[in-house]
């Protein structure tokens, strides 16, 4: 096996320990009021895991190989320490209001600062830019087809779900913040 496939997948394993630390440590900081999660943590847990799969599979084959292993190495490994730049700097702004299920928390209060005054989800794009890191660092492009297919549709989702229970928790106030912000992208999306 090419050895930048095992640097690769050493950093995923790497990454998905951070995300379950972090999972952790937040677990009981603060008590939950209310959940409204309906599933889409698993329905995420499920997506990314099948991704992964999707993605390491194929990556490992040349089947829809790309040769130009060193240049998407290096544009995989920016993308993937950009992406966790943003993820960590969404989870630091948000602090103890950071939960990994749907959940209103005791003192719950909209975040509107840092990454949040344009976007309201900078750590779901956080991941999906690391996400696309990993899979264009494998230089195949089915590999990132196939990872971010199933990715982008969990997040989707989870996104759907999150925005319905704020709009429950603090009613105007959330809806006036998406009319200020996008979801993902900038003045995009």
Do not use: C
């Not at 264009?136 to 996104?159: E, K």
Request: proline content about 2%; cysteine-free.
């Amino acid at each position: 096996m090419n050895i930048k496939v095992l640097i690769i997948a050493a950093f995923s394993f790497l990454y998905g320990f951070f995300e379950l630390y972090m999972g952790m440590r937040q677990r009981n900081k603060r008590s939950v009021i209310k959940t409204g999660d309906r599933l889409s943590i698993w329905i995420l847990i499920i997506s990314i895991s099948l991704g992964y799969w999707l993605s390491f599979i194929i990556g490992a084959t040349k089947i829809g190989r790309i040769y130009h292993w060193d240049t998407l190495f290096l544009i995989g490994s920016i993308l993937t320490i950009i992406g966790l730049t943003i993820r960590v700097s969404a989870i630091m702004t948000l602090k103890q209001q950071f939960t990994y299920t749907v959940t209103k928390i005791e003192d719950h209060e909209l975040i509107e600062n840092g990454l949040y005054k344009r976007i309201r989800h900078p750590g779901y794009l956080g991941q999906l830019i690391i996400f696309l890191g990993i899979s264009t660092a494998l230089s195949n492009w089915l590999s990132i087809i196939l990872m971010i297919v199933p990715v982008f549709i969990g997040y989707i989702y989870r996104i759907s779900v999150e925005e319905k229970f704020m709009i429950k928790q603090m009613g105007q106030k959330y809806q006036d913040y998406r009319k200020r912000t996008k979801r993902l992208v900038p003045l995009i999306f």
